[in-house]
């Protein structure tokens, strides 16, 4: 599994579970979720959350599983921590470190007054060829790391599908656009399910099959439910395409 592969888990899998508040003013929010691809486990993350009126702290950690796990051992943790001003993500430090096999790697985000002021990735990337999207200062303006992308609010529910997401993960920069799903796509009843683009920036190389594939055929579908009462839902499940089949992401609640 690739570190596009791993941030790919989490921002598929992402974020919260049911409330449990520990505080007045502090909310603690805990959630497993398992992928599956052609009905057999190939992965799990288990995310715990906090919020409060003026900052959110997000942890977790992923592994590959089942079969998966015998052809690609892959186990990290991640996390974001930043602030919340009058239900705006502003966030401030972006952290992920992964083993796949024998390789491992590190990426950092710092940002400050909510733009990115420092990117460490460890190895540092190799030299990148005539084919690479460079990623540009002017791509990184309202971007944001894949953790609190989406804990961004929505007004209401029927925005929940009608938003927009700049991502960056430390090298690539894409966008995530939400729009409704039709009827006969949705999920489950009781979550409001969006479509989803993924749409490349940056960051990446041109002709990459998984990328075109993402971009241009991929098919994804995401189910939220509300959190709390600020504005921000939950991812809850997911469908995403694949040139081998469809990842299904279903998620339960940790204690």
Request: charged share 25%; hydrophobic share 40%.
């Amino acid at each position: 599994m690739t570190r596009h592969g791993c941030v790919g888990f989490c921002l598929a899998s992402l974020l919260f579970a049911g409330v449990s508040p520990v505080e007045a003013e502090t909310e603690i929010y805990r959630l497993r979720y398992d992928a599956s691809l052609l009905g057999l486990h190939i992965g799990q993350a288990d995310f715990t959350s906090r919020i409060d009126d003026r900052a959110f702290d997000v942890s977790g950690r992923f592994a590959s599983a089942g079969l998966a796990r015998l052809f690609d051992r892959t186990d990290g943790i991640v996390s974001s921590q930043g602030a919340l001003n009058g239900g705006a993500v502003v966030p401030a430090l972006y952290a992920l470190e992964y083993k796949s096999g024998r390789k491992r790697e590190t990426t950092s985000i710092r940002f400050a007054r909510g733009k990115i002021v420092e990117t460490v990735v460890l190895p540092k990337p190799k030299k990148r060829g005539k084919d690479w999207v460079s990623v540009s200062e002017s791509d990184l303006v309202g971007a944001m790391d894949p953790l609190s992308a989406l804990l961004s609010p929505a007004l209401d529910a029927d925005q929940v599908c009608k938003r927009r997401f700049k991502v960056f993960d430390g090298e690539m920069r894409a966008d995530i656009q939400f729009s409704p799903a039709g009827e006969r796509e949705q999920i489950s009843k009781d979550t409001i399910t969006c479509k989803a683009r993924f749409v490349p920036v940056s960051g990446y190389r041109k002709g990459r099959s998984t990328i075109d594939f993402l971009r241009d055929r991929a098919r994804i579908l995401v189910a939220f439910r509300p959190l709390g009462s600020k504005g921000h839902h939950t991812p809850v499940a997911a469908r995403i395409g694949t040139k081998i089949g469809t990842v299904h992401i279903r998620s339960q609640p940790l204690k």
